[in-house]
C-alpha cells in the first residue's frame, strides 16, 4: 500500500479515536464538577465536622497516587462482594504481587515503596540506614 492509499485510514482512525476521547472527557466533566462542587462547598462550611471531613477526604485524595485510585475503585466492590465491574482481585496477579511486596518485606514500608516504583539506576541512595 502506498501512502496516498494509507493516509485516509489512518485519518479516519485518528478522528474516531478523537470522538471517543471528546466523549469520555465529557462523562468526565459531568461527574468531576458537581463532585468538585461538593469538595468545595463542604470544605469552606462553617459546620466543622463537614469541613474537617472534606479536608481529610481531600487530603487523602491528594496523597494517594491516581493508579491506586483506579484500582481500589476497580477492585473494591468486587472484594466487598458486589461485583458490579466484573473483575476480580485474582485477575490482576501484578497488582497483588506488587502488594504482597509491599507487605512482606522487612524494609521500611516508604522505602520499599520507592524502591517498587522508582526504577533501578534512577536513585542509587539509601533513605534510611
Do not use: D, H
Amino acid at each position: 500500500m502506498e501512502f496516498s492509499e494509507q493516509f485516509p485510514i489512518v485519518v479516519q482512525a485518528l478522528n474516531a479515536g478523537f470522538l471517543q476521547t471528546l466523549k469520555l472527557f465529557f462523562v468526565t466533566l459531568l461527574g468531576a464538577v458537581p463532585l468538585g462542587l461538593i469538595i468545595s462547598f463542604g470544605t469552606m462550611s462553617r459546620f466543622k465536622p463537614l469541613s474537617y471531613l472534606m479536608k481529610i477526604i481531600v487530603w487523602i485524595v491528594r496523597g494517594t497516587p491516581l493508579m491506586i485510585q483506579l484500582l481500589i475503585i476497580y477492585f473494591m466492590p468486587g472484594l466487598m462482594g458486589n461485583n458490579i465491574w466484573g473483575g476480580s482481585a485474582r485477575t490482576f496477579l501484578p497488582g497483588n504481587a506488587a502488594a504482597a511486596s509491599l507487605i512482606t518485606v522487612s524494609a521500611p514500608p516508604w522505602e520499599q515503596l520507592l524502591k517498587t516504583t522508582i526504577p533501578p539506576g534512577v536513585s542509587n541512595t539509601r533513605l534510611c540506614s
